[in-house]
């Protein structure tokens, strides 16, 4: 019996062993660089980068790094050897995908995306149109067929996520360009060629995709591998190459890539590791810009585990002691706060020393000046994250009330249960624990004892309306509070009101029969729709900047749910931009109305700058992504406290207002 069981422990073990070191670093690099003459792409110096990044990728021990060049990149070749590597990748396994070539945004012919453009990577065989030509849009579709397009790149790398499951790693480079209308200096550009579009496309007001808008569109599930996407410039920038250690022309990611794979540090994530190739480039390019997007990006490289990302603020300028940084008020960054400067990619400042730390001195609502206590040398804004100490914010107090439920009437002629005076100790305690909430006799809320068996109530003083409900108020103070802030929250977003004059989004909610919006539909504020009905949304941006929308959904009960962006209809933040002066509607998104009926209330964000406030809303709060947008921090900010004053907010870079409609029982 003994004998038995040691062997069992033996295979056991050994399958474990197997499965804890079965893990392969598999790499497949694609260097395009040498175009036929006759595609109208320059050569560039593509093939230099192959030669970087396999030995960047050999000294962190990949074992199976596959090559494809020039002629075996045409897109059936790419194709295939995507195909190639999802085949022989296993699960656990980590992948880096790597493109040296020139990069290009095409006309959507097929009526996707807000801006009408689709990025793309140039493969061998790409074309573009004769010079100073306007092809037809059968000309278009024709070219088409020579770009390797973001939409069917991210299908290959959404099988491979899948194949690799929840514990494998996927890590995109690309040394290229998405959207470049022109270019700067004398380097070669990777791409810097106008958009592939057909004439006429201009005339529908379409413009060029906004310069925050990432690199690659890819979705997120729970049983697939993470992912990062570097790209090595904005959606509206060259990717100009540069110089190596001996004066040869390279791809500026694969130069950075191949230096800071160099000297990796224990423990260092995907955002960490950007941080430093961010450096390099800004110190070779200082006026380009690379990005970053994907889920994995707090993750430890090559499959390590997810680490907690504090949340901190770039900078914008910074010499000796002075800097300015990309985050205001709404920060919590008024006069008087507290600041402290790390190296760029510190995940949690209180386990190190900071370089410097420092007083907010002048701030507006998205940007501040700030004087540190020293000089902390650093030469480039990059190499520095400033993560808040102290925040300063003007707060309005919530006023809450324990109801006095004593004189209510049981049915048995005695007096129903009330809260106890030690019940009320705790409930004032746990309430006194809440930043920005205030025990009064004028209260906003009330917490009511239930009478008999009923569970308690949180009752809104102004309409009687009870806000929600909770099993036992006084022994649960942690649900309690929980529930509070879910009040303070819908409160604060619903009573936020920005107005940027350069942001003007009007939005409308077309009502669908037969899966076909009807366009005519003029829906106003306060308009009634019934459970059951369907809508599409409509949006048109009447300003002459780009724009990118979020839209949260503001139930009766205080439910607050993402409309825009909604990744499980596969909507990201990065195709919710709409450019100046066009409309769009989202149809392939109906929206079912349903219970609870009631005041609904959408809020519509609209920000020149790239936004996500699902995962936001979607956890709580508790998401966290490092450096959030100020819009993106102060509906973070609201799950926990009343944090700035909401309404009628002066505003310089984005506007949110709400958009009412009530539902009611279908009958």
């Not at 021990?61 to 596959?66: A, E, L, V, Y």
């Not at 992948?95 to 097929?110: A, K, M, P, R, T």
Request: hydrophobic share 35%; with cysteine; charged share 20%.
């Amino acid at each position: 019996m003994k004998t038995k069981r040691l062997i069992l422990f033996v295979i056991v073990f050994s399958t474990l062993s197997l499965i804890s070191f079965g893990q392969t670093k598999r790499a497949l690099i694609f260097a395009i660089g040498n175009y036929p003459e006759e595609s109208g792409w320059p050569t560039i110096a593509s093939i230099r980068d192959d030669s970087l990044i396999q030995k960047a990728l050999q000294d962190q021990k990949f074992q199976d790094i596959k090559v494809v060049q020039d002629k075996g990149a045409t897109v059936s070749g790419i194709k295939n050897s995507l195909n190639d590597l999802i085949s022989r990748s296993n699960p656990g396994d980590v992948v880096v995908i790597h493109f040296s070539s020139h990069g290009e945004q095409v006309e959507d012919l097929d009526g996707n995306k807000p801006d009408g453009l689709e990025e793309s990577i140039v493969s061998y065989e790409a074309k573009q149109p004769p010079y100073g030509t306007e092809p037809t849009k059968e000309e278009v579709l024709k070219l088409r067929e020579g770009y390797f397009l973001d939409n069917m790149f991210g299908t290959y790398v959404d099988k491979l996520r899948a194949k690799l499951g929840k514990n494998g790693d996927v890590i995109i480079f690309l040394d290229l360009c998405y959207a470049g209308t022109g270019t700067r200096g004398i380097a070669k550009v990777r791409g810097g060629k106008p958009p592939l579009v057909s004439r006429g496309f201009y005339s529908h007001k379409h413009a060029i995709t906004d310069d925050n808008k990432a690199v690659m569109v890819l979705p997120y599930e729970s049983n697939m591998a993470s992912y990062v996407v570097i790209g090595a410039a904005r959606a509206n920038e060259a990717d100009n190459e540069t110089f190596d250690d001996n004066k040869h022309n390279i791809g500026p990611l694969s130069y950075a890539v191949s230096r800071v794979f160099a000297t990796l540090d224990a423990g260092m994530t995907y955002r960490s590791l950007f941080a430093r190739i961010q450096s390099i480039i800004n110190e070779k390019l200082p006026q380009q810009h690379p990005v970053l997007s994907g889920n994995g990006q707090d993750r430890k490289l090559f499959a390590g585990n997810f680490v907690v990302q504090k949340p901190y603020i770039l900078i914008d300028k910074i010499i000796g002691n002075e800097m300015s940084l990309k985050g205001g008020k709404f920060a919590g960054l008024d006069a008087g706060a507290k600041v402290a400067l790390y190296p760029a990619g510190t995940n949690n400042p209180g386990l190190s020393k900071p370089l410097a730390t420092g007083t907010i001195t002048k701030a507006e609502l998205y940007n501040a000046d700030a004087h540190l206590d020293t000089n902390p040398g650093l030469k480039q804004a990059a190499l520095g994250w400033v993560f808040i100490t102290e925040q300063v914010f003007k707060t309005d107090p919530l006023n809450v009330t324990i109801a006095n439920n004593v004189a209510a009437v049981s049915t048995r002629g005695k007096p129903s249960s009330a809260f106890s005076q030690n019940e009320i100790i705790r409930i004032q305690k746990a309430l006194k624990s809440l930043p920005g909430v205030k025990l009064s006799n004028r209260p906003d809320i009330n917490i009511s004892r239930g009478k008999g068996t009923m569970v308690d109530s949180i009752i809104i003083s102004s309409t009687g309306v009870t806000f929600d409900t909770i099993a036992n108020a006084s022994s649960d103070t942690a649900g309690l509070k929980n529930k509070i802030r879910a009040y303070i929250q819908y409160c604060f977003l619903r009573d936020m009101n920005v107005t940027d004059p350069e942001a003007k989004l009007e939005v409308k909610l077309l009502p669908v029969a037969n899966g076909i919006p009807d366009t005519t539909y003029t829906h106003l504020n306060d308009t009634s729709f019934n459970v059951g009905d369907k809508f599409m949304i409509w949006v048109n941006n009447k300003s002459r900047k780009n724009l990118y929308v979020n839209i949260l959904d503001m139930q009766p009960n205080g439910t607050i749910n993402a409309i825009l962006p909604n990744s499980s209809e596969r909507i990201f933040a990065d195709d919710l931009i709409v450019p100046g002066g066009s409309s769009f509607t989202f149809k392939k998104y109906t929206i079912v109305l349903g219970p609870p009926c009631g005041k609904e209330i959408l809020k519509i964000f609209a920000c020149p700058d790239k936004i996500d406030l699902e995962d936001i809303a979607n956890t709580r709060g508790e998401a966290t992504r490092g450096n959030l947008h100020p819009f993106e921090m102060l509906v973070k900010k609201s799950y926990s406290s009343r944090s700035v004053p909401g309404q009628n907010i002066s505003n310089t870079n984005g506007s949110s207002y709400n958009l009412y409609f009530d539902i009611k029982p279908n009958r």
